[in-house]
């Protein structure tokens, strides 16, 4: 269970009873979802994957430093990131770019706090300042996997 995650699941797996305090598992916000996060300290991160996982996420994925990022998306495929706005004092900005020109949603985690300035090239996308509580960041995933589900419910069959 996650520092940061504020409610759990009970879930019976080969035999145990991991117990996890009353959400059906169908009603999982991330159930099926792939997610990168990237995070570059370490207690954070492994909070952050943990999270993801009890709130449904099929995969969650940990980058630490941007010359491990281009690797992973080339070899995988993510339906959302959750990114720190500086990996080991390194800006993530551009790689956000590759991800918005992609169609990946995403959302930034970061304890920058001048979002106005920093994420002015990002309108609409949710910046969660640290530090977030489970249920804040939850929200802010759900928010951009909805926000893409409807959009791609809005456009044409081709």
């Not at 879930?11 to 991330?30: D, K, Q, S, T």
């Not at 792939?34 to 954070?44: A, C, F, P, S, W």
């Not at 990131?81 to 020109?101: E, H, K, Y």
């Not at 929200?139 to 791609?152: F, K, P």
Request: aromatic share 8%; glycine share 8%; charged share 25%.
């Amino acid at each position: 269970m996650s520092f940061l995650n504020d409610r759990g699941v009970a879930l019976r797996h080969e035999g145990l009873l991991f117990h996890m305090e009353n959400i059906c598992l169908a009603a999982l916000p991330l159930a099926g979802f792939r997610v990168l996060i990237l995070e570059d300290e370490y207690l954070i991160a492994m909070d952050v994957e943990q999270l993801c996982r009890d709130h449904g996420a099929e995969d969650a994925v940990l980058i630490q430093d941007l010359d491990g990022v281009e690797g992973a998306i080339a070899n995988q495929s993510f339906d959302v990131a959750v990114i720190d706005a500086m990996l080991d004092g390194r800006s993530t900005l551009d790689f956000a770019r590759t991800l918005q020109n992609r169609g990946v949603p995403f959302v930034f985690a970061t304890g920058y706090n001048d979002a106005s300035e920093r994420f002015a090239d990002f309108p609409g996308v949710p910046v969660v300042g640290k530090p977030y509580g489970g249920r804040e960041l939850i929200a802010a995933i759900t928010e951009v996997l909805g926000r893409r589900a409807a959009q791609a419910t809005l456009e044409p069959n081709t």
